[in-house]
């Protein structure tokens, strides 16, 4: 197709005037029938070029995806537009995935949205067989770098699984990958003759600042103040534990006065699905603005206070601010979760409420991130006392039976599978048929190697973030040369740094401007 075809496609399906940048690239790159890496920022239109390509290429094209709560507004917003789309994940009854798998085999979709877990479900593996994938489409695809701030060990599948679909054409879609972490992307996939379309990281309209809160109370104050100048718009606040998210959300009902809601991993399924619809209440828009949406309701949630589980993917427009209440761990984490300040592309700030003593959470997280070398041989002889041969178990039968959480189970299972010590048969449901074989006690002392390297790297990426919060310099520059982008850091306001070195009218030639928030 040529540019005037692809745009005219664009216009029919999608009812947008014209590409973003980097959009028409990477859609006339898989019509091509060339790989791709994409790497956009936060709210330039990412999954556009996977749902464009998908009209224009044969067989189905299957999208993979950690953003489950998400699936459904992108279907739902496909199938607006007379496209066949659907996901099949955890959210479904057993009779209602058994029809959409059987419609699958069928050829009855264009698109199907699924999590990398997915991939190992013995009944969706069974169905894939029976259809051609097309186009796989891997979203968040940093997720498959250890050197990521986000990585998940279910990613590291993928390869194999394209690899039992016929090696298809794919494109890897991210906002916040450094180029360490974009050839690892490459490499891990297997994409060595990819073409990698990067459009920059720069996001104009978001204005960043440092406030130094030595204090909890310090905190609390300059939350009040920001949200005091919220002036219609919505925020989203994070902190750094679940206890931090209900005590500030209460904060911000009892003394802010505004509606607020809390949201962490420890919430049960119903009211985390409950407290992100009410957030992001709102429909697509009509605009022809490619990204841009109308919101249903703006009496809705305005406020969420939440941890890092109200994840990728929240695409509220016209969110005013986001304050992060605690350090984040990387400056991946923390471009990513600032991204979601506006996205409609209106003015919109990006405030970290900074203390020293912070650092020592994230340093907790980077120590019991992974299994110690004695919890990984308690995890496989639990495997092994669990049945002759072969087991199916779940995450919460291995937490009870090791004391390990989640997080460092998957971690483990992943290194067991990695030495050989562990096949994962295929999945059903939250259950996993392992079949332990041999201990290789020198694979596993490899893993455990690469657990240490991986924390070495996470503590550098930690002092990274301490550097960019203690820093007098441009910190739209310091983010921007940590992803590799050398454009010219221009925004029309660009960060508290910058407008502290701005003369002030009337002062004596050389003289700065006294330190001030962000308005």
Not at 213 to 235: F, H, R, V, Y
Not at 308 to 329: C, E, K, Q, S, Y
Request: proline share 5%; with cysteine; glycine share 10%.
């Amino acid at each position: 197709m040529n540019a005037a075809d692809l745009t005219a496609s664009l216009r029919a399906h999608f009812g947008f005037r014209d590409f973003r940048p980097g959009q028409r690239e990477a859609v006339a790159c898989l019509l091509a029938g060339q790989h791709a890496v994409v790497v956009m920022p936060t709210g330039a239109g990412k999954s556009l070029v996977y749902q464009l390509a998908a009209l224009h290429r044969p067989g189905l094209t299957l999208v993979i995806s950690p953003l489950i709560a998400l699936m459904k507004d992108q279907v739902d917003g496909l199938l607006q537009r007379n496209i066949p789309a659907t996901y099949i994940n955890s959210t479904l009854d057993a009779d209602e995935q058994a029809h959409r798998l059987g419609a699958l085999g069928q050829g009855a979709y264009r698109l199907v949205y699924v999590s990398p877990e997915r991939l190992r479900n013995a009944a969706f593996g069974e169905a894939l067989r029976r259809t051609a994938v097309g186009l796989l489409a891997v979203d968040e695809a940093h997720c498959i770098s250890q050197w990521g701030h986000d990585f998940r060990p279910d990613y590291l599948h993928i390869a194999a699984a394209r690899g039992a679909m016929g090696d298809p054409l794919t494109v890897a879609l991210t906002a916040t990958a450094t180029p360490q972490v974009q050839a690892d992307i490459v490499r891990l996939l297997g994409l060595p003759s990819s073409q990698a379309i990067v459009t920059g990281f720069n996001r104009p309209n978001l204005a960043f600042e440092v406030r130094y809160t030595a204090e909890p109370a310090a905190k609390l104050a300059a939350l009040q103040e920001l949200l005091s100048g919220l002036d219609g718009g919505a925020a989203i606040v994070y902190v750094g534990t679940r206890r931090d998210a209900e005590e500030v959300a209460d904060f911000v009902r009892e003394v802010c006065g505004l509606r607020a809601e809390f949201y962490h991993a420890g919430l049960d399924a119903e009211t985390r699905t409950r407290v992100q619809n009410a957030f992001l209440s709102h429909v697509p828009g009509t605009s022809g603005v490619p990204g841009t949406w109308r919101l249903a309701g703006r009496g809705d949630l305005r406020v969420v206070v939440a941890t890092n589980a109200f994840g990728m993917g929240i695409d509220r427009p016209d969110v005013r601010l986001v304050a992060h209440f605690a350090l984040p761990g990387t400056l991946e984490a923390y471009y990513q979760e600032a991204g979601r300040a506006g996205r409609d592309g209106l003015p919109a700030r990006a405030v970290l409420l900074y203390s020293p003593k912070d650092r020592a959470l994230q340093e907790w997280f980077i120590e019991n991130d992974a299994p110690a070398a004695d919890e990984v041989r308690g995890l496989y002889d639990a495997i092994r006392s669990a049945g002759k041969g072969q087991a199916w178990l779940s995450t919460e039968d291995l937490s009870l039976a090791t004391g390990l959480p989640e997080v460092k189970l998957k971690v483990g299972l992943a290194q067991l599978e990695a030495a050989g010590s562990l096949q994962r048969l295929g999945d059903a449901g939250p259950r996993m048929l392992l079949r332990p074989g041999p201990w290789n006690a020198g694979a596993i002392e490899v893993a455990a190697a690469n657990v240490e390297a991986r924390r070495r790297h996470r503590r550098s990426q930690l002092a990274q973030m301490v550097a960019y919060a203690e820093s007098n310099a441009c910190r739209r520059r310091i983010l921007l040369d940590h992803f590799g982008d050398h454009a010219a850091a221009e925004a029309p306001v660009c960060c508290d740094n910058c407008l502290q070195r701005r003369p002030q009218p009337g002062a004596p030639e050389g003289a700065e401007s006294a330190a001030a928030p962000l308005s």
